[in-house]
């Protein structure tokens, strides 16, 4: 078996690619969300289905738990998890977003994303007394908007999110370059280097996996268009 893969985040479309790719490269499985029924995912995928939302530490705790007991540490994770709302004001009406809407945003799109990455961190770390160590990666699905200019206001929850999520991705692959372990934070962007309203999920599936592959950690911030 090529190793363990994680993706927390699961669904339709990214994360249901990004975890086929994986398991179709002899990996074994283990997939997350808030509304995931375990034994569907189980029964139509072969997957280790884990219930859990990443705003709740404990909750991502107890995932991790269960799948390293299920099958070992995983050597890579996924963080596909974001939380989208629009401010009813337009662009012109920022703070028309509700504080619960802007606190998911941040809680689910960058809180989530660093609980999710501190304990696959400790799982990379397990995976040094193996005889034969595995490329260990954690790889956020992202977006443009951390960088976009001028702004989108009203997508200021889901942006605020975006910008901690590429804050703890440029942090880690900073701080742990010389482990071995690696941090990227991905995102399609259009032909026009642009946003892109609808994500092309076999793309993601196959630059994620490319980056697994890759020798060294090279930028953290990886731009791509659809294939």
């Avoid at 002899?26 to 034994?39: D, K, Q």
């Avoid at 540490?73 to 337009?90: C, I, T």
């Avoid at 160590?133 to 992202?142: K, N, S, Y």
């Avoid at 804050?167 to 880690?172: H, L």
Wanted: one cysteine or more; glycine letters at 12%; hydrophobic letters at 40%.
């Amino acid at each position: 078996m090529a190793g363990v893969a994680f993706v927390v985040g699961f669904g339709k479309g990214v994360g249901s690619a990004v975890a086929a790719r994986f398991k179709s490269e002899g990996f074994a499985v283990a997939v997350a969300s808030r509304s995931l029924i375990p034994g569907d995912v189980e029964k139509e995928h072969g997957y280790l289905g884990v219930k859990l939302d990443v705003s709740h530490s404990d909750q991502v705790a107890a995932g991790f738990a269960r799948v390293e007991k299920a099958l070992g540490p995983a050597n890579v994770v996924v963080y596909n998890a974001s939380a989208w709302a629009s401010a009813p004001g337009g662009r012109a009406d920022p703070l028309s977003l509700s504080a619960d809407d802007f606190l998911q945003g941040v809680s689910v799109g960058g809180v989530g994303a660093y609980y999710v990455a501190h304990h696959a961190n400790s799982g990379f770390t397990r995976l040094e007394t193996a005889s034969d160590l595995p490329p260990r990666v954690f790889i956020a699905t992202g977006n443009a908007l951390p960088w976009v200019q001028p702004p989108l206001p009203h997508l200021l929850g889901l942006s605020s999110g975006k910008k901690v999520l590429a804050n703890v991705v440029e942090s880690c692959a900073t701080a742990y370059t010389d482990t071995g372990k690696r941090f990227y934070y991905a995102y399609e962007v259009s032909s026009q280097g642009g946003m892109v309203r609808s994500p092309d999920p076999p793309t993601h599936a196959n630059v994620f996996w490319n980056l697994y592959n890759l020798k060294e950690q090279g930028d953290w911030a990886v731009k791509f268009s659809k294939e």
